[in-house]
């Protein structure tokens, strides 16, 4: 017998609604982007000077501007293995917080690396594979980039290396481990296994390390070895257009709940989950079609969009990778040891950056008690553990709902839930046994790290 629902939880979509393009929202943007720039030479690069360290598949992918770009149906396929992924209207988390907004979340934690960074990582993988390449390095803040890598490199027979800051090899074990059940090879970061890491670990052994070094020891073994492309899990245009199957299938889903959202909000470290689910909506903004108010949320400890500066500067702290505009806090910045891994990065994805340039999209940023408390709020209503990264989203969706009741405003609000926190248990024992610490980084630091731009 048929059980009869008289609310419904979860909007679901079979296989056959797996987006069969990516959005590029390039093509909607009013102006080209500032390109980026040689480290050496500081002249706008091309696809020729992308080529020791990227697949042509993906470069091309880079300076598209079309529209719609198709994703290959064994990406396709690779996607049915968790996509398309479900998007819940949290009633439950409605009334904990007795508030007339209606919640909608979309859940990228059922995939099998746990967060949104598969749908990168599987047509990375996919694009290297098709062009003969054996092996790829990559960096890891939370652990859970190089988690999806180190799964499509399984699903596609690619080697995979991957350089872990630091301070998420030792706050993480179990991801360390999860990489190498799926075959990757695994390094705390800095490393003695490249020159760059040799040169930080003779100066300062007792290095906590940043997203920034790790980057730059992956490039480094890209750049020297003929098997190796190098994999980034964010920032890069290409990264974020892959990413925008989240926002694809959220505006389906949102179509069968019947609602558009007022508000929109995403984590932002890179600026990979927010495009996702954002990108869609803005372009229907970019056109003209609709209006949506737009949040990304960073850490206090790492407020590169609402403390640091837009400039041109270094994508990594060696000064391997590009030069490319964005908003910054220097890339010698060592964020402190907070919990959320994935957003200790110095440095905003440009495109990300340029939107908040433009005044398209707002940036806040919050303390990372709040945000634990506010996932704990979560989990309590909703059962779902978040990653500590997608609880600065939640922090500020209920702050969103709050703010609602007050106005006594049926508010709908909508935001990426893009990971599970499984592997961050200790970070939310630290936070009940109240041994978690805030940190604002202090002004002058940051001055400092500027003074290290580029002259461009
Ligand atoms: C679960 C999760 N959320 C968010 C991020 C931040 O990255 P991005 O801003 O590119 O989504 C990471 C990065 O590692 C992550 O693992």
């Not at 970070?427 to 790290?449: M, N, S």
Request: proline content about 8%.
């Amino acid at each position: 017998m048929a059980i009869s629902v008289p609310r419904r939880t979860k909007f679901t979509l079979d296989e056959d609604r797996i987006p069969r393009a990516w959005y590029n929202i390039a093509a909607d943007l009013p102006a080209p982007p500032p390109p980026p720039l040689h480290p050496a030479t500081h002249e706008p690069i091309g696809p020729a000077d992308l080529a020791p360290l990227f697949a042509m598949g993906l470069i091309l992918q880079e300076v598209s501007t079309d529209r719609e770009v198709e994703i290959p149906d064994p990406v396709r396929e690779a996607y049915a293995l968790y996509r398309p992924s479900p998007l819940y209207r949290a009633h439950r988390l409605e009334r904990a917080l007795d508030t007339p907004a209606h919640i909608y979340y979309k859940y990228e934690g059922v995939s099998p690396a746990g967060s949104h960074k598969p749908n990168t990582a599987i047509p990375q993988a996919w694009f290297n594979r098709q062009e003969g390449v054996k092996r790829l390095a990559t960096e890891t803040g939370a652990g859970q980039w190089g988690t999806a890598l180190a799964f499509a490199g399984a699903l596609f027979g690619l080697e995979v290396k991957v350089y872990q800051v630091r301070a998420s090899y030792d706050q993480k074990p179990y991801r360390r481990m999860l990489m190498e059940t799926y075959g990757a090879q695994v390094v705390a970061s800095p490393s003695l296994t490249t020159n760059y890491g040799r040169s930080v670990l003779a100066e300062t052994p007792d290095s906590p390390a940043s997203l920034g070094m790790a980057i730059s020891e992956a490039v480094e073994d890209a750049a020297t070895r003929d098997d190796t492309k190098y994999a980034l899990g964010s920032v890069l245009n290409h990264v974020l257009l892959h990413q925008t199957v989240i926002g694809l299938e959220a505006q389906e889903q949102m179509a069968l709940a019947g609602e558009e959202p007022d508000v929109i909000i995403g984590c932002a470290g890179g600026g990979s989950n927010f495009a996702g689910l954002t990108f869609p909506y803005i372009g229907r903004m970019l056109r003209g079609e609709a209006s949506y108010r737009v949040i990304a949320v960073e850490p206090e400890a790492a407020p590169s969009m609402t403390r640091g500066v837009y400039a041109y500067d270094f994508g990594d702290t060696g000064h391997m990778a590009p030069i490319v505009k964005m908003h910054t806090l220097g890339s010698d910045f060592i964020p402190e040891p907070i919990h959320a891994g994935g957003l200790r990065y110095h440095g905003m994805s440009p495109l990300v950056s340029l939107l908040k340039e433009d005044g398209v999209i707002e940036a806040t940023s919050v303390h990372q008690r709040a945000c634990f408390e506010a996932g704990v709020t979560f989990a309590r209503a909703e059962g779902i553990l978040p990653a500590p990264e997608p609880t600065h989203a939640i922090k500020v969706a209920i702050d969103q709902a709050n703010e609602a009741k007050e106005a006594g405003e049926a508010r709908v609000i909508l935001f990426n839930l893009c990971g599970h926190g499984h592997f961050d248990l200790s970070a939310y024992d630290r936070h009940l046994t109240g041994a978690l610490e805030d940190f604002e980084y202090p002004a002058e630091r940051v001055a400092e790290a500027l003074t290290a731009l580029p002259r461009i």
